[in-house]
């Protein structure tokens, strides 16, 4: 059994794992990370689970690394390890879906970031505050941010370390969706299950196929498309059956 920084829920072909230390608002350190990383282990080879959402528990998503950890100079396991656990968190086959309310700053940021996409709360506030505290990113923000926003709004945020709200979040491509707070697990439920109704096995394709070809010239995905499609899911005759009422 785990411990309790990292809680997994799991739902109806979905899981729910939330960062579990609200009484430091989340706050980010080696042991959150090592617990992060034993669940995406574990979901690396869950089957049944078509879509992963992660979360913060009580008032927020994430206020960052803990600074008291930086300070204190934290052992991390080796170079480079947190960026590796978020690596391996963004490779899962299945999507993963960062669902911020409150504050998400700097570390919480390059956490969400290594989710596929962000969905935010309307009280969510943003920042990249590195350049504040005379801090350098190691878990992707110099790469992911720009692939997210642009690279002269990630500078705009990196340079200035400015706070900004979800509805600014959402104009700069931050953030896909605002929704008012309190229906935000209702939300999150309902996206997530839109999304675990449809093929685990085109989910893991289609993510491959995205991670692949990000970046490259069009010529050279579209023919990347063509040579490594992996065609068609083992329950593709059964869905199609099914939706067209012969399956009954």
Same mark, same amino acid.
């Given at each position: ?86 690596? *391996? ?45 005379? *801090? ?33 979040? *959402? ?50 995905? *579209? ?26």
């Amino acid at each position: 059994m785990m411990g309790e920084l990292v809680v997994r829920e799991n739902r109806d072909g979905w899981v729910l794992l939330t960062l579990n230390r609200p009484e430091k608002l989340n706050a980010l350190t080696v042991d959150v990370f090592r617990e992060l990383r034993a669940h995406v282990a574990d979901l690396k080879r869950a089957s049944d689970v078509r879509c992963v959402v992660l979360r913060g528990a009580g008032k927020c998503f994430s206020a960052g690394h803990d600074l008291a950890d930086i300070a204190s100079g934290e052992e991390v396991p080796s170079r480079g390890w947190h960026s590796e656990t978020l690596r *391996l968190m963004e490779k899962l086959p299945m999507p993963v879906i960062a669902a911020v309310h409150g504050h998400c700053y700097t570390g919480a940021l390059e956490v969400a970031l290594a989710c596929d996409f962000i969905i935010a709360a309307d009280n969510a506030r943003f920042g990249d505050t590195h350049a504040k505290w005379a *801090l350098t990113p190691i878990w992707g923000m110099s790469q992911r941010l720009p692939r997210r926003v642009g690279v002269a709004t990630a500078k705009r945020l990196m340079f200035t370390a400015d706070m900004f709200d979800a509805a600014e979040a *959402l104009r700069i491509g931050l953030v896909e969706t605002v929704v008012p707070i309190d229906q935000f697990d209702s939300e999150i439920a309902a996206l997530a299950g839109r999304i675990a109704a449809n093929s685990g096995f085109s989910h893991a394709a289609n993510k491959r196929l995205l991670d692949a070809t990000d970046g490259q010239a069009l010529d050279a995905g *579209l023919q990347w498309e063509v040579m490594e499609n992996e065609g068609v899911g083992p329950d593709m005759r059964e869905r199609i059956a099914t939706f067209t009422g012969k399956g009954r």
